[in-house]
């Protein structure tokens, strides 16, 4: 490998220092949520998860009984 290909290669240091470069650009253009939007949003996601584990805990007791049925 000669010299002048050597130089032209950018350093992994190089390559690191563009990347968070590119990366900070481009959480600049990022559309941030309002504290209060991120608020409600949690909030949101919360109550679904509550409800959905409520019905899959209640579907699951109904098909073990369903099965204790079925064996005994």
Do not use: C, H
Request: net charge positive; no cysteine; aromatic share 8%.
């Amino acid at each position: 490998m000669s010299k002048e290909t050597a130089e032209e290669k950018p350093k992994i240091t190089q390559k690191i220092v563009e990347y968070f470069k590119d990366t900070r650009g481009e959480l600049r253009k990022v559309s941030w949520p309002t504290r209060q939007q991120a608020t409600n949003l949690t909030l949101i996601v919360l109550a679904v998860t509550v409800v959905m584990a409520l019905f899959l805990g209640a579907i699951d007791y109904l098909f073990a009984q369903l099965v204790k049925l079925i064996v005994s």
